[in-house]
């Protein structure tokens, strides 16, 4: 039973303690990681801001390619329609 009553001061004093030792350690390490997360996130952040920019320039180059394409696919075409029709002349 006396072994009883000292438990309770003991945890009674030992919950605050741990408390105090906790938030001295824990916080300071969730600011760290905090700080981590942010700074990673600023890299993704700049890595797809260059995605999109090499994905806008490949689109520009490809819509340049289609024009092409396009163009000269139209003129090939009207050409052979001529000579087609000058050898049926």
């Avoid at 741990?18 to 700049?46: C, D, F, N, T, Y």
């Avoid at 920019?53 to 050409?79: F, P």
Wanted: hydrophobic letters at 45%; charged letters at 30%.
């Amino acid at each position: 039973m006396e072994s009883m009553s000292l438990i309770i001061p003991i945890l009674a004093l030992s919950i605050p303690l741990a408390a105090v030792v906790g938030s001295l350690i824990v916080r300071p390490w969730l600011r760290h990681r905090e700080k981590q997360m942010e700074i990673e996130a600023r890299m993704v952040a700049e890595k797809a801001a260059q995605y999109a920019a090499h994905t806008d320039r490949l689109e520009q180059r490809v819509q340049v390619l289609e024009r092409i394409v396009t163009d000269k696919g139209i003129a090939l075409s009207d050409e052979i329609e001529r000579l087609r029709d000058e050898s049926l002349n």
